[in-house]
């Protein structure tokens, strides 16, 4: 009788937890149906607030404990820059859109060619005669490149506009690492592959100064160009107020955001509740709240007729992030992931032309290699491909854009960067400080010679050698073959330098300076599709579980903004990063160019960075 109920006991217990984790499970799904399936409604009479989030990017990143803890870096909120600009473009077509309200305080730092492109946008909406306000309580440098598009910008009365401009400082570690006994075993091709220079050196190379200065020149000639036209300003007066700030703030008695209007920065000072009540005006509308959708929200809602058929479509391809061999996720570029959309590509029949929108500092060799050779495959199908450079095309993202149709580029992309290098840290010397020793025997002369904690055989270090400059001989032949240059001419311009889209166009490097919509338009022409096409967005097969959870992190944050952030601060909280990628890439700079060297070296994955 005891063991029976014993049994029973056992069996009700089971049946409690089916029954709990059950219950807990239909919980869970019906919170994601109900996110997956609602369909916010436009008000009649609305305003649509464009109000994104963190930094805005090509391709969301999904997040990822397994990557954070490798990485030592967890992926902040983002928002997709073709979100923002498809709900924009459908806005400016729709009669229930009144206007648009920009509310910028919760982006961060964005690259200014994708700053570039949202801000076409917001024009090509504004020239419909639809108005649109800015508003905000203080205003980054990001920020205000978007808010100084609108018709009207507002800043609360104790807020300021921080307009930093732009620079480039790292912090050089050769002295940290000589005390720490370690020695940093470098190869590469390209006296301005500077990336690898904080390991080496205390303060910048004349070469690096030299490429960085022009960057710079660019970067800043154009954000002062175009703050200055979008607010009828002079950029040398502009110029003049962010040399020697203190002078003219000294003349608005200390209050910043009566210099950001006194220099018309901004048109109002005011609380949010008259700006609130502006906005109303503006509708036709009582004062107090007005009618708004979120722009997340209205790209969910029925705002389109169904898109009719078209004699051809334009096939749109994103490569976002770390170049890497194999499958990868959304925010990294996987050779394999990307040979398979470029086959689907191939492989349909409606599509004519593919359109490959590049944001990259580069990666794998080989990946790249791969990649390119299946864009070519994809061309000898008599498609042809365009190029469209985003924020930043370098190093193996320029190797893959090489043998396109055409590339287009901002003028401020970063782009070039033909170079190879490949780096191994080697703590043999620190650990003996401490009295570890490594010692033993191989059948080679470069047996355990990628070990980190002995000093790489002067015979390894000699093939190494020979394969990065091997590595880049390659890629001056691919950028040769793909542009139909000089190989002794890709050389000169080569060298592991940098170049702006303006200075690239000026080299040969790129054909034509425009944004994504100039590259879809040169992709149909080459195409000879006429002015009736349609686009189709060519994602990488997705498994149901990365599905899911690329649709929730997209709802998630349309419901609570901010929500990721939190989570992967928390996630982040009990990691403890060692001698990681991460710990290396901090120092290779502003320019986007990451080290991604992890101890080992392997020969297939040597890296165009």
Request: aromatic share 6%; hydrophobic share 45%; no cysteine.
């Amino acid at each position: 009788m005891k063991i029976f109920f014993r049994g029973l006991l056992r069996w009700i217990d089971r049946l409690r937890r089916i029954v709990v984790n059950g219950l807990f499970l239909l919980v869970i799904m019906v919170f994601v149906a109900v996110m997956l399936t609602a369909h916010p409604k436009v008000p009649d009479q609305a305003a649509l607030v464009l109000d994104p989030h963190g930094q805005i990017v090509e391709e969301l990143e999904l997040p990822s404990p397994l990557t954070m803890s490798l990485t030592g870096a967890a992926p902040m909120g983002q928002t997709r820059l073709h979100d923002l600009t498809a709900a924009i473009r459908d806005a400016a077509g729709d009669k229930r859109i009144r206007l648009m309200v920009l509310k910028l305080d919760d982006m961060s730092r964005s690259s200014l060619p994708v700053l570039q492109e949202l801000r076409r946008a917001i024009e090509a909406f504004r020239a419909t005669g639809k108005m649109v306000i800015a508003e905000g309580p203080n205003y980054t440098q990001s920020q205000y490149y978007l808010a100084a598009a609108a018709n009207t910008v507002f800043l609360h009365p104790m807020g300021y506009v921080a307009i930093e401009v732009f620079s480039i400082y790292r912090n050089y570690i050769r002295d940290a690492l000589d005390k720490l006994h370690i020695t940093a075993e470098v190869f590469r091709a390209g006296k301005y592959k500077s990336a690898i220079e904080p390991l080496l050196r205390n303060d910048m190379s004349d070469a690096d100064r030299e490429a960085n200065g022009a960057l710079l020149k660019t970067l800043w000639g154009s954000y002062l160009k175009d703050i200055a036209r979008m607010r009828n300003l002079r950029p040398q007066r502009l110029q003049q107020v962010l040399d020697t700030p203190s002078r003219y703030l000294n003349d608005y008695h200390g209050n910043l955001a009566e210099l950001a209007k006194g220099e018309g920065l901004v048109d109002e000072l005011a609380d949010q509740g008259t700006i609130d009540d502006y906005i109303a005006g503006a509708m036709d509308i009582e004062q107090g709240e007005y009618p708004a959708i979120a722009f997340r929200d209205y790209l969910h809602a029925a705002v389109s007729e169904k898109e009719k058929t078209h004699a051809g479509r334009v096939g749109i391809i994103v490569a976002s992030g770390m170049i890497l061999d194999g499958e990868q996720p959304p925010g990294s570029i996987g050779s394999d992931t990307m040979v398979e959309m470029l086959q689907q590509a191939r492989e349909d029949n409606a599509i004519k032309a593919v359109v490959l929108r590049i944001d990259s500092p580069g990666g794998s060799a080989q990946a790249s290699e791969e990649i390119r050779t299946a864009i070519m495959r994809l061309q000898k199908a008599g498609k042809p491909v365009v190029v469209s450079m985003g924020g930043v095309a370098a190093s193996g993202g320029y190797w893959m854009a090489a043998p396109a149709n055409e590339i287009w580029a901002a003028p401020t992309t970063i782009t070039g960067s033909i170079g190879a290098f490949g780096v191994m840290l080697n703590l043999q010397q620190g650990l003996e400080q401490l009295g570890i020793h490594s010692d033993g025997l191989g059948t080679t002369t470069i047996a355990g010679g990628m070990r980190p904690d002995r000093a790489m055989p002067p015979e390894l270090s000699r093939v190494m050698q020979l394969t990065i400059s091997d590595v880049y001989q390659h890629f001056l032949s691919v950028v040769a073959s793909g542009r139909k240059m000089d190989k002794s001419r890709v050389a000169a311009i080569a060298e592991g330098r940098v170049w702006s889209g303006l200075d690239a166009q000026r080299l040969g490097l790129v054909d034509h300076l425009g944004g994504f919509d100039d590259a879809i338009k040169a992709a149909a022409r080459l195409a000879a599709l006429g002015d009736d096409y349609g686009r189709s967005w060519i994602r990488a097969p997705e498994g149901l579980g990365e599905m899911l959870l690329s649709r929730i992190v997209g709802e998630t944050d349309a419901l609570f903004p901010g929500v990721w952030q939190g989570m992967n601060r928390l996630l982040m909280a009990g990691s403890t990063p060692a001698l990681s990628p991460a710990i290396l890439r901090q120092y290779a700079g502003w320019l986007g160019l990451p080290l991604h060297q992890s101890g080992a070296l392997a020969l297939s994955n040597l890296r165009v960075e």
